[in-house]
């Protein structure tokens, strides 16, 4: 599966997450050094061991806090794994706190995040901003926008005048993007488990229009599969007005014009509208699309005889959202019959974290049980 398959060794270590044992406390002032697959953002220990269970290979981790002093690494979070699945070090470190994958202790994948974090910004992202009396108020606000997955408020202490009671809403991705490319003998798709939008009790087939381009107003481009997955994707995101889909390299253009929508004739371009208000029917999720790699993102492989029980198998696992099946046909026979079982974070992550003076940000509160009107 092209360079993807050079990752066959991490899809062992992956596969370590079933058998460990579940450790959900944190070491506080404790290092877990080296053995790095990425670093990201997050406000606190507990957001990242959940950063760490939703991302496809991490086995453990190691979050900078707040007090940290030696430098200006405030807030950030290093996902880390290794082939025994235990930190190959530890040592200890004032200002930091490390701990393990929630993985093993069959965790929820939408969590409650109802902590808010007084003079924290979680810069960037923003999509709609107005004025409310507190922090509380912003959070029913952006518990209220199916858009909205965290929030910064500033409040009347902060230095700037203009924006003194501002309301940010801000948003992240709560659908899977998978890496999508041809490749010939693989089968790809998703997990029929998978949500693909906005949740509503109004079910609607959306709008699709055929050998059309769309042209202008572009806000990002993302891989897609198929035009139903670029329009899903649209849908998600709150400043998306239209998207055209182009099917010679499997491009998703999300687009933003609220005032003109021009639509021009071009064949292998499909275009469309989002569904904001409405529940998209997500029967294409079933779809196989054949000759098509969704490279990456492997949480661990398993040897299968046909695609549909690579579905199936993916469907059956909590934690997989996606998958690729090599067919007995795949050239290198070293690969032949591996369902690679895959998946992406999914849970409100902002962009960036930062120390902020008369600023409060927060989570929406939509995956908490009983949601309190504050916290």
């Known amino acids: ?5 050079i990752l066959l060794g991490l899809l062992s270590i992956c596969s370590l997450s079933l058998s460990q044992d579940c450790k959900t406390q944190h070491e506080v ?37 707040g007090n940290w002093t030696r430098d200006n690494r405030h807030f950030y979070c290093y996902l880390k794994s290794t ?12 200002g930091v706190t490390s701990g393990y994958s929630l993985k093993p202790c069959s965790p929820d994948l939408k969590p409650c995040l ?3 974090y007084q003079n924290v910004d979680f810069f960037g992202a923003d999509y709609r901003t107005f004025f409310t009396a507190d922090y509380e108020e912003c959070q029913r606000a ?58 509503s009790d109004t079910v609607c087939q959306g709008k699709l229009f055929p050998r059309t381009d769309i042209p202008g107003g572009d806000i990002m481009m993302l891989p897609a599969a198929s035009p139903q997955h670029c329009q899903a994707l649209c ?7 239209f998207f055209s889909f182009v099917s010679n390299g499997f491009s998703c253009q999300l687009k933003s014009d609220p005032n003109y929508l021009v639509i021009r004739d071009n064949d292998g371009i499909t275009s469309g509208l989002p569904a904001h208000f409405c529940q998209l029917d997500n029967n294409w999720v079933k779809l196989a699309h054949e000759d098509v790699d969704f ?3 492997d949480i661990r492989y398993v040897l299968l005889d046909d695609a549909d029980t690579c579905q199936r198998t993916c469907t059956e696992d909590a934690l997989c959202q996606f998958y690729s099946y090599v067919t007995a046909k ?40 009983s949601a309190p009107s504050h916290v």
């Open 1 to 5: 599966m092209g360079i993807y398959l």
């Open 29 to 65: 002032d404790v290092d877990f050094p080296g053995t790095d697959i990425t670093s990201v953002y997050s406000p606190d220990a507990d957001h990242c061991q959940q950063l760490c269970t939703q991302h496809p290979s991490c086995l453990f981790f190691t979050f900078i806090r």
């Open 83 to 94: 082939t025994t699945g235990e930190p190959r070090v530890r040592t200890p470190l004032l």
């Open 114 to 116: 109802s902590q808010v």
């Open 142 to 199: 952006c518990t209220q926008d199916s858009g909205c997955q965290f929030f910064t408020f500033t409040n009347e202490d902060i230095q700037m005048e203009s924006i003194r009671f501002k309301c940010h809403l801000k948003f992240s991705w709560t659908i899977p993007r998978p890496s999508v490319k041809s490749l010939r003998n693989v089968v790809s798709g998703f997990s029929l488990k998978i949500q693909m939008g906005q949740q």
């Open 235 to 241: 849908s998600a995101h709150p400043l998306c007005t």
């Open 295 to 297: 490279g990456g993102s």
């Open 330 to 369: 795949f050239a290198d026979p070293a690969y032949r019959r591996h369902c690679y079982l895959k998946r992406s974070i999914t849970m409100p992550a902002p962009l960036h974290v930062a120390r902020l003076a008369n600023v409060v940000s927060g989570f929406t509160l939509r995956n908490c049980v």
